[in-house]
């Protein structure tokens, strides 16, 4: 659900430095919110605070958000530090062989851009989509 940014309160958290808000709202603008911040009932901020700077700094009024009845104090500082725990960046091999598929994508050879034009070109002869 989309909640208004001026209504979130954002008390004391335990990440201090947040890092590369730019390059976040550089990937907000170009792919939109992937993943929702999260709330409590009182629209207090449990976790997605970075995601929250970086839609702050794009302009944003509204904030795509999950409401969680989490009680208590200690539970809801084991679901912020849990939601950053639990990530995993992507290995050197992982970003190379992303890098090269992206590139593969990005720059077909000369069959694959054939192929892909009879394709479309069936495609718009039979009304089909993607």
């Not at 050197?92 to 694959?112: H, Q, V």
């Amino acid at each position: 659900m989309q909640i208004p940014i001026e209504d979130i309160i954002v008390k004391k958290r335990i990440r201090k430095d947040l890092g590369d808000i730019d390059a976040l709202a550089a990937s907000l603008k170009r792919f939109g919110q992937i993943s929702p911040i999260v709330v409590s009932k009182k629209n207090v901020l449990i976790a997605g605070g970075r995601r929250l700077e970086a839609a702050k700094s794009l302009g944003w009024r509204t904030i795509n958000a999950v409401i969680a009845d989490i009680p208590g104090r200690l539970s809801k500082l084991e679901y912020e530090v849990e939601e950053n725990l639990q990530r995993r960046d992507f290995s050197p091999e992982e970003l190379t062989e992303a890098a090269k598929k992206i590139d593969k994508l990005k720059n077909p050879g000369i069959f694959r851009r054939f192929f892909d034009w009879i394709i479309g070109l069936f495609k718009k002869l039979f009304r089909i989509e993607d």
